[in-house]
């Protein structure tokens, strides 16, 4: 269960100063504390982040970063993976980054699922994150959304028989039976 801090409006200078040990993300004014992730999510995030950045090592054309602070306006999260093309690496700043992903990529927990789907995936869109991924790791599937005009468009759900490929990163392959390889559900 999600805790949301709520009992007034949090500011990002607010969230700034928090420094507690604890996990928060920013949304709407309201401090929400993101617990831990679970062993399964962390796997996953890790696997997904490595055939990104080893990719990235032979094709340098961004980076690639595993949980770190995104200012998207008034609001802060912490995506599980992300990317930033090369010409646009002037949003990453000392501490956070400052703007939209290209890419932003959520491992579902059953904590946060809601938040990832709809307000996480609102503001995303909002602020012009170019795709999108949610990696539910109980079913292993992994849903793609690019970014309409009006709206995120469905690129489709794929599992461990296929091989998950971006135009946000021409050339990359990421099978994703070696993505969710010996995890079981929970």
């Known amino acids: 269960m999600v805790v949301v801090l709520s009992d007034r409006v ?28 679970r062993y399964k999510h962390q796997k996953i995030a890790g696997r997904i982040f490595m055939k990104i950045e080893s990719f990235l ?6 980076e690639v970063v595993q949980e770190v602070d995104v200012c998207l306006g008034d609001e802060v999260v912490a995506p599980d993976v992300l990317f930033i093309s090369r010409d646009r690496l002037d949003i990453i700043g000392e501490l956070n980054v400052q703007g939209a992903p290209d890419l932003v990529i959520e491992i579902l927990s ?3 699922a809601s938040y990832d789907k709809k307000q996480k995936s609102r503001l995303y869109f909002k602020h012009g994150v170019k795709e999108y991924w949610l990696v539910d ?8 959304y690019a970014a309409g005009e009006k709206e995120w468009r469905w690129m489709g759900a794929f599992d ?7 135009a946000i990163l021409p050339g990359l392959e990421i099978s994703l039976a070696e993505v969710f390889k010996g995890l079981k559900r929970e």
């Open 110 to 112: 059953p904590a946060t």
């Open 137 to 144: 790791p109980d079913v292993k599937f992994v849903d793609v």
């Open 160 to 166: 461990q028989e296929d091989v998950l490929t971006t």
């Open 10 to 37: 949090y500011t990002v200078e607010d969230y700034m100063k928090l420094d507690d040990g604890r996990r928060y993300e920013l949304i709407g004014g309201e401090l929400i504390m993101v617990p831990r992730p």
């Open 57 to 62: 090592e032979e094709n340098p054309i961004g």
